[in-house]
């Protein structure tokens, strides 16, 4: 197996079969409580979650978050994950493409548009790779080889430096990202990967052209332990262990990003479990929510597993609306007034 789809491999495994979430730093959204409406005023039958993002309209505010793509297995996640996006109604951003420009014939596992010609599909290269070969053609080819409707650039410098094979050199990318959303015709999206994105960082992005954030914040998959099981020396391990909770936890980064910018479209990831979380982000800001880990397991087994974890996560984000009264959610977007912390 080639190094890259071997890495591959590793990130699935360990996702699945190791304890790779944040050790001591929570996302945030335990210490928040909604506020519970007695007389909610609301037909519980007229609760309606869909929203439209970037252009698409969606059942619910949620998308299936980047995963992976490449090995056989990537393939069939893949294929199992859209199938049940285009059944409910979601978006799905795809894992990094990269190992499609090194490897054209890996393509293939990329390719969902046959089982999901509706969805909304988001593309994803690293944004380091704008450091290392990848321009605007490799954008466009990533694009149109799964035709997609928008871009994600991730970005993941814990990751990379502390990874065996990292891509290190981050210098000078704003600009790069600047001359990619000028050009590529269809919208660039900023993702972390789980260590999140601050306020001033958002501004930047912004004014590179971003057109949207997913703030991927910490408290959920910690992507530095799980290269600090990849390591292959003490020193690569030490580090992996050591920035295991480094981060902007994901409610910290929603709310930092939100003050930054108030009409950015912003994306709540890092570390959602559940209906009432993403109630909670939408509460806090985001126009909508990403998960990975709760669809991980069930797109190994197949797309009705993935269709039950879907429905469990909306039919729990519309009781959460009928409770707080609220039955679009326009209604429940910036509703900090919801929010309580609770005090421990």
Same mark, same amino acid.
């Given at each position: 197996?080639?190094?890259?789809?071997?890495?591959?491999?590793?990130?699935?495994?360990?996702?699945?079969?190791?304890?790779?979430?944040?050790?001591?730093? %929570?996302?945030?959204?335990?210490?928040?409580?909604?506020?519970?409406?007695?007389?909610?005023?609301?037909?519980?039958?007229?609760?309606? %979650?869909? #929203?439209?993002?970037?252009?698409?309209?969606?059942?619910? *505010?949620?998308?299936?978050?980047?995963?992976?793509?490449?090995?056989?297995?990537? $393939?069939?996640?893949?294929?199992?994950?859209?199938?049940?996006?285009?059944?409910?109604?979601?978006?799905?951003?795809?894992?990094?493409?990269?190992?499609?420009?090194?490897? %054209?014939?890996?393509?293939?596992?990329?390719?969902?548009?046959?089982?999901?010609?509706?969805?909304?599909?988001?593309?994803?290269?690293?944004?380091?790779?704008?450091?290392?070969? #990848?321009?605007?053609?490799?954008?466009?080819?990533?694009?149109?080889?799964? $035709?997609?409707?928008?871009?994600?650039?991730?970005?993941?410098?814990?990751?990379?430096?502390?990874? %065996?094979?990292?891509?290190?050199?981050?210098?000078?990318?704003?600009?790069?990202?600047?001359?990619?959303?000028?050009?590529?015709?269809?919208?660039?999206?900023?993702?972390?990967?789980?260590? $999140?994105?601050?306020?001033? =960082?958002?501004?930047?992005?912004?004014?590179?052209?971003?057109?949207?954030?997913?703030?991927?914040?910490?408290?959920?998959?910690?992507?530095?332990?799980?290269?600090?099981?990849?390591?292959?020396?003490?020193?690569?391990?030490?580090?992996?262990?050591?920035?295991?909770?480094?981060?902007?936890?994901?409610?910290?980064?929603?709310?930092?990003?939100?003050?930054?910018?108030?009409?950015?479209?912003?994306?709540?990831?890092?570390?959602?479990?559940?209906?009432?979380?993403?109630?909670?982000?939408?509460?806090?800001?985001?126009?909508?929510?990403? =998960?990975?880990? *709760?669809?991980?397991?069930?797109?190994?087994?197949?797309?009705?597993?993935?269709?039950?974890? #879907?429905?469990?996560?909306?039919?729990?984000?519309?009781?959460?609306?009928?409770?707080?009264?609220?039955?679009?959610?326009?209604?429940?977007?910036?509703?900090?007034?919801?929010?309580?912390?609770?005090?421990?």
């Amino acid at each position: 197996m080639e190094p890259i789809e071997a890495r591959k491999h590793d990130h699935i495994r360990l996702s699945l079969t190791e304890d790779v979430q944040f050790e001591h730093v %929570p996302t945030g959204f335990d210490a928040l409580r909604l506020e519970h409406q007695a007389l909610p005023d609301l037909d519980f039958a007229d609760v309606d %979650p869909s #929203v439209t993002l970037l252009g698409k309209r969606l059942a619910a *505010p949620l998308l299936i978050s980047s995963m992976t793509g490449g090995p056989s297995l990537g $393939g069939k996640i893949n294929q199992h994950l859209a199938e049940a996006a285009q059944q409910k109604g979601l978006g799905m951003g795809l894992g990094s493409q990269r190992i499609t420009l090194e490897k %054209p014939e890996t393509s293939a596992s990329f390719q969902v548009r046959h089982v999901a010609p509706d969805i909304l599909l988001i593309g994803n290269i690293g944004a380091v790779q704008l450091n290392y070969g #990848v321009g605007l053609d490799a954008c466009r080819q990533i694009i149109d080889s799964v $035709g997609a409707d928008a871009l994600y650039l991730h970005l993941n410098p814990l990751q990379e430096v502390i990874q %065996p094979e990292g891509d290190k050199n981050f210098k000078g990318l704003l600009a790069k990202i600047r001359l990619i959303t000028r050009d590529l015709g269809v919208p660039v999206l900023a993702k972390e990967v789980g260590s $999140g994105i601050s306020g001033k =960082m958002a501004r930047q992005l912004a004014d590179a052209g971003i057109a949207a954030i997913d703030v991927s914040g910490a408290g959920g998959t910690s992507w530095a332990i799980i290269e600090a099981k990849r390591a292959q020396t003490p020193m690569q391990q030490s580090l992996g262990e050591r920035f295991r909770d480094w981060g902007i936890p994901t409610t910290v980064s929603l709310i930092q990003c939100r003050d930054a910018l108030p009409d950015m479209p912003l994306i709540a990831s890092g570390g959602l479990r559940s209906g009432i979380d993403i109630a909670k982000a939408i509460a806090l800001g985001a126009d909508a929510a990403a =998960m990975a880990m *709760p669809f991980l397991e069930a797109a190994t087994h197949s797309t009705e597993a993935v269709g039950e974890v #879907v429905d469990r996560l909306v039919q729990e984000l519309k009781v959460a609306m009928f409770l707080l009264g609220v039955r679009t959610i326009a209604e429940l977007k910036g509703r900090r007034d919801l929010l309580a912390e609770v005090r421990r």
